[in-house]
């Protein structure tokens, strides 16, 4: 981290969350920020999500630019891939304010947002107009008032579908009601059957994924793997945000809506890795990633690529690079000439 990003953060850190957020954007899209200018990458970091070529396993998850703002910086940061959204078929405000929570003794972030974005429309304008030299996919949500949840996911591929490399299909936020009733198994079949004739309908179908929650049971994951399987996606994506409080120790712990970060980082892990056990899908590692060695041991642990948001919080965009190099050093080091050598090989410590 340079001077100027550390400036930077230590103001960002001062302010509200939510507007902290805000200005993080506009800085990236002013070019404010310092950035690497594309993905750093080697012949030992260079990995597949499925059909997905990346040129580095470390990717920005969802949530960071729900609207597909700042998607072009973001490409120049140093992920290897970028997800924007989630993006719903109508504008949505979300949950009121406020709805954002820095836990900084914990490294953590609760939010309860809401999947509040200015809706498909907009957001495929922006990407029909913006290039990046990553693949780029789109979260894709539901309205809150929703009668028929599989059609708004299967609205929402249809009108992006063409400008995004892979779609990932959330049923496990936990700030919109009912929303993780769709990880069982008869609702996620349905549900995925809507998508996938959508996504087949597609002048150029993508590769879609499924992101679950971190505080599903074994028999629940089993489920997923084998729904997954049968409908035919990419990947699974593991996992999301959890509701769980456990070993907290900032104030804003009792604040209601998702856990992000550092605490989340074991319990992901372990989920990453009981997937990792019962299904030969490519699976993306999320939750707690902060450095090379968290990169490094979910991919371990049956990861083929990782992503992360909550580190930037607190580390800034400079983190992004550093996991790089730091993961493929340590590729390095125990002899691994691929990412995809070292999935899933401490798998058993997890478990």
Not at 56 to 76: C, I, S
Request: hydrophobic share 45%; with cysteine; proline share 5%.
């Amino acid at each position: 981290m340079n001077g100027v990003e550390r400036l930077g953060l230590a103001a960002l850190q001062r302010i509200d969350p939510e507007r902290a957020h805000g200005l993080a954007l506009r800085a990236l899209k002013a070019g404010i920020v310092p950035l690497p200018g594309g993905p750093v990458t080697s012949t030992r970091l260079r990995t597949r999500i499925g059909p997905l070529d990346l040129d580095n396993p470390v990717g920005l998850a969802a949530g960071f630019d729900k609207n597909a703002e700042a998607l072009a910086p973001l490409a120049r940061a140093g992920f290897g891939f970028v997800e924007v959204g989630a993006a719903t078929p109508r504008p949505q405000e979300g949950n009121a304010q406020p709805r954002l929570f820095r836990l900084r003794s914990d490294r953590a972030v609760i939010n309860r947002f809401g999947f509040n974005n200015v809706g498909v429309e907009a957001i495929a304008g922006r990407l029909s107009k913006m290039q990046t030299g990553v693949p780029r996919g789109l979260n894709l949500g539901t309205n809150k008032d929703s009668a028929d949840r599989a059609a708004d996911f299967a609205e929402v591929l249809r009108r992006a579908g063409p400008h995004i490399d892979f779609a990932t299909v959330n049923v496990s936020s936990p700030n919109t009601e009912r929303l993780r009733d769709l990880q069982g198994a008869e609702a996620l079949a349905a549900l995925l059957e809507t998508v996938m004739q959508a996504n087949g309908a597609l002048a150029r179908p993508v590769p879609i994924l499924v992101k679950i929650s971190p505080d599903l049971d074994e028999a629940g994951l089993r489920d997923i793997a084998r729904v997954a399987e049968a409908a035919g996606v990419a990947g699974l994506v593991a996992t999301n945000t959890t509701l769980s409080r456990e070993g907290l120790d900032a104030a804003a712990q009792s604040e209601a809506g998702g856990l992000s970060g550092a605490p989340l980082f074991v319990r992901s892990t372990r989920v990453l890795a009981q997937l990792s056990s019962v299904t030969d899908l490519p699976l993306v590692g999320v939750g707690g990633v902060a450095s090379g060695q968290d990169a490094y041991a979910k991919i371990r642990a049956g990861a083929c690529a990782v992503q992360l948001y909550t580190a930037m919080v607190f580390e800034g965009m400079s983190v992004v690079a550093r996991i790089a190099r730091e993961l493929d050093a340590l590729l390095a080091r125990d002899g691994f000439a691929t990412v995809a050598e070292a999935v899933g090989t401490d798998r058993e410590s997890w478990l």
